[in-house]
């Protein structure tokens, strides 16, 4: 494994990092094969025409968990955020190359909890897929990181994410009150077999796919925080 030091860096001045190589040709095809053996017609996955999704991953697909955490991830999050953080959300999705999806510009500024609970300094909440989702503290969001793992080749014609470095450190930070003559966008190119890892409250946005290529990601958020008053992640699950 390289030296981590620039992308610990990264992550803490620009909210982000890519690295590649995480996974070897032999491991991406045991993944891809592991995913080749779902049933898309699962009530609980979502198929459309532009995306095929998978909320909750781990859970509906727990098989995957070791081929995904293997020894080259393990070592990346101990030297990069220590012993402490567990999985709190996962999620699948396989974006078409014929996707007209697109996404505009955001921050990830919820998590995934087990039930709904008036606490000072969490809300609005909302229900998606079944499951309780509130805006925790700010200092939850701005300790947590994400981590997506790439099964295909990713750039800005499949769309690969475009990101507004340093934005990570500004706190809730609405996408229409971007000033664009501050801010400059950059395009996470990422390999197959590589990862991004980014903070939340990084804004990030992606295209449509113009190049007829698909774009796989697993999608991974980690967190190391107790949560209030007997409110649970809805998914935490350890690191194995």
């Given at each position: 494994m390289k030296d981590l030091q620039f992308d610990q860096q990264n992550i803490v001045d620009n909210g982000f990092t890519i690295i590649h190589d995480v996974y070897t040709p032999d491991e991406l095809q045991q993944i891809t094969a592991g995913l080749e053996a779902i049933d898309p017609a699962n009530p609980n996955f979502r198929k459309t025409k532009d995306l095929f999704a998978i909320r909750q991953f781990f859970k509906e697909i727990p098989a995957?968990?070791?081929?995904?955490f293997n020894n080259n991830l393990h070592t990346l999050i101990g030297e990069l955020f220590g012993d402490d953080y567990f999985i709190v959300k996962s999620i699948y999705f396989d974006k078409p190359g014929n996707s007209n999806w697109f996404v505009a510009?955001?921050?990830d500024l919820t998590i995934s909890v087990d039930k709904k609970l008036d606490l000072p300094g969490y809300g609005p909440w909302t229900i998606k897929h079944n499951q309780f989702a509130v805006q925790p503290l700010l200092s939850i969001l701005e300790d947590n990181f994400t981590i997506r793992i790439h099964l295909d080749d990713t750039d800005a014609d499949n769309g690969a994410?475009?990101?507004?470095p340093q934005s990570h450190s500004k706190g809730e930070y609405r996408a229409d009150t971007i000033n664009?003559?501050?801010?400059?966008?950059?395009?996470?190119?990422?390999k197959a077999g590589g990862i991004m890892i980014m903070k939340p409250l990084?804004?990030?946005?992606s295209n449509r796919t113009i190049n007829g290529n698909n774009r796989r990601v697993i999608h991974v958020e980690f967190s190391r925080s107790v949560l209030p008053d007997g409110l649970e992640w809805?998914?935490?699950?350890?690191i194995v």
């Open positions: 995957i968990v070791p081929l995904v510009y955001h921050q994410l475009k990101i507004i664009w003559d501050n801010e400059t966008e950059a395009t996470c190119t990422v990084l804004l990030h946005a809805a998914e935490k699950l350890l």
